[in-house]
DNA sequence: GAAAGTGTACCGTCCGGATAGTATAGTTAA
DNA sequence: TTAACTATACTATCCGGACGGTACACTTTC
């Protein structure tokens, strides 16, 4: 277990501290306790909250980046591959390690430029999507109803049900491949 | 100039400091110096900051409801009528008063349950959107596209341009048209 | 009709608790 | 033995909220 992965469970720790118990409560002494280390050893490793912040947003925007980009390479139709990317992983996503997430929610509370990494991505997917093949409003719709899916469960306004969740997924599938 | 009007510039203030200096900045202080009052002129009106930001959602809430149920009163079909009044309002109180949705930053950084009056009025909501004639599914799409706008706008995440912004409008609204 | 009382709006100060960050001594592992 | 890491003790700061007043418009009571 070296020096990365232990980094990468304080990240985790961190965003389980904000899922479970909200923004304010993100203190280092908080995430000390879930992450099972002592205050000290987190600033070890990450010598400010606001580095803490920044390293739960990067780790994210990394995954993130490689997940789309893995799927739309191994996409064999080229017409419409990275909306259809981005609406899977941003599926699959939301069903598995969802916590992670929290880490946008920390950065948006914590400061202005922590969301940078988070920007930019979307606005490389933007660009990938409206050239792409298929109808950029289009394109952007579909685009707009997966955020709108996942940050509102981000936000704790509504959440939908399994079953709609997985007809809409389908939907915009469809919708990606005409 | 009453009582209730010097509230309502209370949580005015309050957005404007939640969307000029983030959400650690709301602080009793700030939203009283953003209104021009005392820090105990402010807790005279909201006895705490949780009243504070509870009274936010609950304006915004109160604000919402009311537009989107005349717009859906008002309109001449009945068929998709509050789906159409969803995105007609949302998007145009995007255009406005943007501000306001501040407060649900607020809520979301303050306590689990300051949220409960948006999440009631979307369940509301997603009733009737759900049987008003036109498919469940597609409307529910339409919908979210139309939270993924706000929220990712909200969020900071990325920023539609203006003109893009109208053409999807348009075309969800023929969505909710057919 | 004036003295006494009441309610509303607001001000400025103070305090306790929480928290970010520092310092440093101790421990483990390569 | 040195770099990676932990644990603890401590400091400085900030913030929510309590509180004691002030101003003033009203109403009531004698």
């Known amino acids: ?43 070890y490793h990450y010598p400010s909250k606001e580095a ?5 947003v990067e780790h994210l925007a990394n995954n993130y980046r490689e997940k789309i980009s893995n799927n739309a390479e191994n996409d064999p139709i080229d017409k419409g591959k990275w909306i259809r990317a981005y609406v899977d992983v941003t599926f699959n996503q939301t069903y598995q390690n969802k916590n992670m997430h929290y880490g946008l929610l920390a950065a948006k509370a914590v400061s202005t430029n922590s969301l940078d990494p988070i920007r930019e991505l979307y ?14 409003v289009k394109a952007s719709i579909i685009r707009l109803a997966t955020d709108g899916i996942w940050l ?27």
């Open 52 to 56: 803490l912040v920044h390293g739960m």
């Open 123 to 136: 606005s490389e997917w933007q660009r990938e999507i409206e050239h792409d093949g298929i109808d950029p």
């Open 1 to 43: 277990m070296g020096r990365n992965s232990r980094k990468i469970e304080i990240l985790h720790a961190a965003s389980k501290v904000v899922s479970d118990q909200g923004i304010f409560n993100l203190t280092l002494e908080a995430v000390a306790k879930e992450a099972g280390i002592s205050k000290g050893g987190l600033l």
């Open 152 to 178: 509102s469960e981000l936000f704790d306004i509504y959440h939908i049900g399994e079953d709609k969740k997985k007809a809409i997924f389908k939907k915009l599938k469809d919708w990606a491949n005409e």
